[in-house]
């Protein structure tokens, strides 16, 4: 369900910081809850799949689960998909309709390793996990790690493809997650700010941030990033047993400070430039909001810090 832009604005005005607080402690007790079910369905397998896409804090969220799980007493590990990317270009690597890489298929893990590691945990095996650089489009050999799952242990396995049927139909055992900022800005029945926008914000700014990445390259990859999404993500959505929507009401307030700036710079010839626009003028609406205000532990840390 939509925000309201009255809601946000009246809250960040009248207490920001509360209103911050209040929406952090959301975000927790469905991390919280969401631990709980899986404590209680362990057993079968220590493997849990995390999936959603882009933009949908998956790395913070398995990060938070891990610890929640800990105070449950389950000892509990994370692992990022990312690291079971085959090395990058090819013959056969995946590519799109255009003849460029594509980033954004399943078949861009080594799959066979990947089944091969949930296979050998199910049976008590220690594996040896995985290093890969993206600066150098490769698997660093010299980076793995051993890992195994004690009794009564947990490894979340947190990437966009995780709940994809080349994984899950090997290992009906494993426990399911799917995540999503799934919550717009609406004043009255006019969206504002869709949640595939709040998706895009937080991706624009973490690029820049932590990628050294324009906005004209983020948004030139969107395109493919949202058809990848709808190919590869959604279509399995509906095989996790837990969803959760790690949206916050006061994001774009936050977001909006870092992203307006990089936006405003796009040059007429961008791609998507109408629509960016359109975000902009929205955008005007919202109050904002100090970024200093936002907590250490809050989700939104992982694209702004």
Known sequence: MDFQLSYINQGIRSDPEGFLAEWDGVYEARVAQAAETLAAGLGQSPVV????????GKTTTAGKLQAALGRLGVACH???????????????YPRTADGSLDLESPYCLDLELLNQHFDQLERGEEILVPSFSFSRHMR?????????????EAIIFEGIHALNDLITDRHPHAQRLYISARSGVAHQDDVLVKSTWTRLLRRCVRDFNYRGTDAVETLGLWANVRLGEKLHISPFKDKA????????????SVL??????????????????????????????F?????????EASLLQE???
């Open 49 to 56: 799949l995390l999936s959603g896409p882009s933009g949908s």
């Open 303 to 305: 694209f702004i810090r």
């Open 256 to 285: 909006m400070a870092y992203a307006v700036p990089l936006l405003n710079a796009l040059p007429e010839d961008a791609p998507r430039r109408d629509e960016i626009l359109t975000m902009l003028e929205n955008l005007r609406f």
């Open 241 to 252: 047993q837990i969803q959760l929507d790690t949206s916050l009401a006061y994001e774009v």
């Open 78 to 92: 994370t692992v990022s998909l990312d690291d079971y990317f085959r090395n990058i270009g090819g013959r056969d």
């Open 287 to 295: 109050e904002p909001v100090d970024a200093a205000l936002v907590s």
């Open 140 to 152: 660093d050999t010299s980076q793995v790690r051993p890992l195994r799952a004690g009794k009564d």
